[in-house]
């Protein structure tokens, strides 16, 4: 039974505290009233915590080619690292913060407790103005109970944030008011109560919270409706250590709900303001922001709008200009994604909102969105839209979807056509291998052309046009009669004319249609229905 924390423990706290969020993810979205009723701080913490977790097992991945461990260093610096890029919303920028000051202190040989302390230091000090009844009180009261030994410190450090967290509704009136406690406290016990766990070898007893959940949305608690900002804006920005003290004041003056986490040349940006454009402005002057993400705060419901909404609507998730135009052109209403910037539940469900629809077909395009989308869903049902998520894991499969939607016949009957046109195309994608690393299919050098098959590698090669021949002959050796590519900016130029050339002499009954994806991420994806 583990009771230190090593490598292999900070792994396994990554991969419990993942799965605690996931499981408490939509709990955890119904009671987020504050600093913005918007519902996404339950995914907003599962999506940072999930790209802590990716570079954790990135430098697992590293190793696994040869016989050393990864150094406990290497790997705390990387899941907050990984935080740090993922960030998401007020909870997740202060999450990242506080897994860096821990890992500032474990990286430098320091206990536990004393990672605890310096993390819900450093939360406090990148928050412009510290409230207490949030997140940062639940951090302070673990750091404070945290004692000496790993399994110990975990342990109180539990026990005290749990106990700090029913204290959350006493302490901020408008938590009170909702009968709720403070939902990235509550997210914070989840990743504390995996730290047990992985550190303990125990799972430690849940929480019966008085203040669990809350009903559906008000008018009063919706986004915005205290007249607060109308933007959320989250940046990336490289800049010095004066340029950002310079920024955060110009930032203050601004808006609300300031957060500047991270350090080293490198930080995550949040803040709350009605001049998005500004916000990101200041980030220009002060260094090079990258990673844009502006999300509206919409205050009007459908219900509310003077204008009579739509029946049934489709939105999609889409990579690419080439994409988002074929699926405008198809009617749907698209939310980007741009490479590295997956779409923030907030994002989806105030496309949901502007497709103006009593009811929206969802498509999420992509196995990493399942929770955030099933988030939006789920906020967008809170405010009468009736919503159907249909799992679609590529855009091929988002565009075999559209292609069979009929606004005009029942509901259910349409989501299970588009279900089942979805679930009938096979999908593939290639990629270029960016390290050595073990896949599937063997082990790939780094600059390796890999082709994936339903999400898994299949072809290891050493060119994109032969590459794709040999994924397509994969493909098509189960059958198949339409097969759809869509080509990315980075794809060669003969690659279509050579991908329907090999089609059509080798199978007579299979017909191609090409579309292009524009800057897709990715130099070519593969649709066989």
């Known amino acids: 039974m583990p009771q230190s924390l090593d490598a292999e423990a900070v792994r396994a706290w990554c991969s419990l505290a993942l799965e605690a969020l996931g499981r408490e993810r939509e709990e955890i979205d119904a009671i987020n009233v504050y600093p913005v ?4 701080t339950g995914t ?8 802590a977790a990716q570079a954790v097992d990135a430098v697992f991945a590293a190793h696994e080619t040869g016989e050393s461990v990864p150094a406990l260093a290497d790997v705390v610096r990387a899941m907050a690292h990984g935080a740090l890029l993922g960030a998401r919303g007020n909870s997740g920028t202060i999450l990242a913060q506080l897994l860096r000051g821990m890992a500032e202190r474990i990286s430098g040989g320091q206990d536990l407790a004393g990672a605890l302390r310096r993390a819900a230091q450093l939360a406090r000090e990148a928050v412009a103005h510290p409230v207490e009844g949030t997140i940062l009180s ?5 750091a404070d109970a945290a004692a000496s030994s790993p399994a110990d410190a975990a342990r109180a450090a539990y026990a005290g944030a749990r106990a700090a967290l029913e204290e959350t509704p006493r302490q901020l009136e408008v938590l009170g008011r909702a009968g709720v406690v403070d939902a990235g406290g509550r ?16 799972a430690p007893v849940a929480p019966v919270l008085a203040h669990a959940r809350r009903e559906p949305q008000t008018d009063a608690l919706r986004p915005c409706a205290d007249g607060g900002p109308a933007f959320e804006v989250i940046y990336l920005l490289e800049a010095d250590d004066a340029a950002v003290a310079r920024l955060r004041t110009r930032l203050d003056g601004l808006g609300d709900s300031l957060v500047v986490v991270g350090g080293d040349g490198l930080w995550n940006v949040h803040v709350h303001v009605d001049d998005a454009g500004a916000a990101v402005e200041a980030g220009v002057e002060a260094g090079r922001p990258y990673r844009i993400r502006i999300t509206h705060f919409d205050t009007a419901s459908p219900a509310s709008s003077t204008r009579e909404p739509v029946q049934r609507a489709v939105v999609a998730v889409v990579p690419g200009e080439g994409l988002a135009g074929l699926c405008t052109e198809a009617g749907a209403t698209t939310v980007p994604a ?9 994002e989806l469900v105030e496309a949901i909102r502007r497709a103006h629809a009593r009811e929206v077909v969802l498509l999420p395009n992509d196995p990493a969105l399942r ?3 099933a988030a939006a869903a789920e906020q967008a049902r809170t405010e009468g839209i009736r919503v159907a998520l249909i799992p679609t894991r590529s855009p091929v499969q988002g565009i075999a979807a559209l292609a069979v939607h009929e606004p005009d016949r029942r509901f259910d009957e349409d989501v299970v056509a588009m279900t089942a046109a979805a679930g009938a195309t096979r999908y593939a994608e290639l990629a270029v291998a960016e390290r050595q690393s073990w896949t599937s299919a063997g082990v790939c050098q780094a600059g390796d052309v890999l082709g994936l098959i339903d999400g898994d590698v299949a072809v290891i090669g050493a060119n994109v046009t032969a590459t794709a021949v040999t994924v397509l002959d994969r493909m098509l050796s189960s059958g198949g009669e339409l097969v759809t590519l869509v080509l990315g900016a980075a794809a060669p130029e003969t690659l279509a004319h050579s991908l329907e050339r090999h089609v059509r002499e080798g199978y007579l009954a299979v017909d191609t249609v090409t579309y292009e994806g524009g800057d897709a991420g990715t130099p070519l994806m593969i649709g066989v229905e």
Do not use: K
């Open 138 to 142: 639940v951090a302070s009261a673990a």
């Open 187 to 202: 997210g914070l016990l989840m990743v504390l109560g995996a730290l047990v766990e992985a550190v303990a070898g125990e």
């Open 44 to 51: 907003n913490l599962y999506l940072t915590v999930e790209s």
């Open 37 to 40: 009723a918007d519902g996404d």
């Open 338 to 346: 741009r490479p590295g910037e997956p779409p923030a539940s907030g």
């Open 371 to 373: 929770h955030t989308a």
